[in-house]
């Protein structure tokens, strides 16, 4: 048997700004993603599948770890989708196995079933012997959807279109964070619909989203204070209408002494930037025994994207 692991990094969105939404659905984004040191593992073997599995979808998967039980192990799930999309692309039979080992938050808006497909695509491309060149792997990334081209690269990047556009931000140095896990998640489409509905009832005039002014700075300056003040999620007015607790676990944050405090993405995770590890660690601490999410991991950024595990 031959298999080959890869390793993959959540996000969080250090600036999500949400501009009108386009006629096919999305919307334009400025989108500055940050991977974090919180890890999905898949592993792509080519082990004949279990005989249960015939009948079952083309690409036997399963899961294990952080709330596994939630994800699917259909033709739905992002990674099986991976995997045959790239299995076409080479013109070739899907023949994989995939484990997935789940430590991000499953729907918690840190991009975890985005980061399985990156992965997937990485590892089955070494597996099947392809050599893809990396544009290729971007493409198909962004028809599975729009965070996953960021999961392959990983790093500190501006994402524009539906967020699949991607250029590099240079960043000095490492941020510390923690991230406060919720109970149950929240669907992605559901939090931009929710944003829609809230404009259209406020009549908030949406502007073309654009980078704020000192964001690219404080990152290249590595100044963790200025970022903190900087941080700012457009969906997450939404998200504290779905999720109403998150209020109190983002005030505990702010009371515990985070630089800064947001819902990542579209939730219901909430992030919070500390001054160094050790703040990180007592942070975390703090918001367990406060009693305001299901649990608290600390992690760093920024990481490298999808990347094999020797
Ligand atoms: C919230 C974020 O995680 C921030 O990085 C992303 O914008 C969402 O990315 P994703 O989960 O990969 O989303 P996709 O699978 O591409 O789209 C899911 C749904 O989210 C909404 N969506 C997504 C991206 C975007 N730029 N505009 C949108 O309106 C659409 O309703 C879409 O049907
Ligand atoms: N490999 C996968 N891991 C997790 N969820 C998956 C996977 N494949 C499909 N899903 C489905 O996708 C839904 C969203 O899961 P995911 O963990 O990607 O959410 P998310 O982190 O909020 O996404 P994003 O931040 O990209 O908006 C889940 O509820 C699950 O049903």
């Keep these: 048997m031959t298999s080959v692991t890869v390793r993959v990094p959540a996000k969080v969105n250090l600036q999500l700004s949400v501009g009108p939404r386009r006629d096919d659905g999305y919307h334009d984004l400025v989108n500055v993603f940050h991977a974090v040191s919180l890890f999905d593992e898949v ?7 279990p005989r249960e599995a015939s009948g079952g979808p083309p690409v036997a998967v399963t899961v294990e ?4 039980g939630q994800v699917p192990l259909d033709g739905s799930n992002l990674a099986v989708r991976a995997a045959l999309a790239l299995a076409v692309r080479a013109g070739r039979p899907p023949d994989v196995r995939l484990r997935i080992r789940k430590a991000i938050p499953v729907a918690g808006g840190m991009a ?6 990156a992965a997937t695509l990485v590892a089955c491309d070494a597996l099947w012997g392809l050599g893809a060149a990396q544009d290729d792997l971007m493409e198909l990334a962004a028809d599975l959807g729009s965070d996953v081209p960021f999961a392959l690269v990983g790093g500190t990047a501006v994402g524009t279109g539906r967020g699949e556009k991607l250029s590099p931000a240079p960043v000095a140095g490492r ?6 896990l919720a109970e149950g998640g929240l669907s992605t489409a559901d939090v931009y619909a929710e944003c829609d ?10 502007g073309w989203p654009r980078v704020a002014d000192g964001l690219m700075e404080a990152l290249a300056r590595g100044d963790a204070k200025a970022l903190g003040q900087m941080l700012d999620n457009d969906l997450q007015a939404a998200a504290l209408l779905l999720c109403r607790p998150l209020a109190r676990t983002l005030a505990a944050g702010r009371e515990h002494g985070a630089l800064g405090a947001l819902v990542s993405g579209s939730g219901p995770t909430c992030a919070f930037l500390a001054d160094s590890e050790d703040h990180a660690t007592s942070l975390a601490a703090s ?15 920024p990481v490298q994207g999808a990347e094999v595990v020797p």
């Design 65 to 68: 770890g952080e709330s596994s």
């Design 287 to 301: 918001l367990e025994a406060a009693g305001v999410c299901r649990r608290a991991l600390t992690a760093h950024g």
């Design 175 to 180: 941020f510390h964070w923690v991230f406060a």
């Design 43 to 49: 592993t792509a073997s080519d082990e004949p599948a």
């Design 112 to 117: 975890g079933g985005s980061a399985d497909a």
């Design 197 to 206: 509905r809230l404009r259209e009832a406020t009549g908030e005039q949406v």
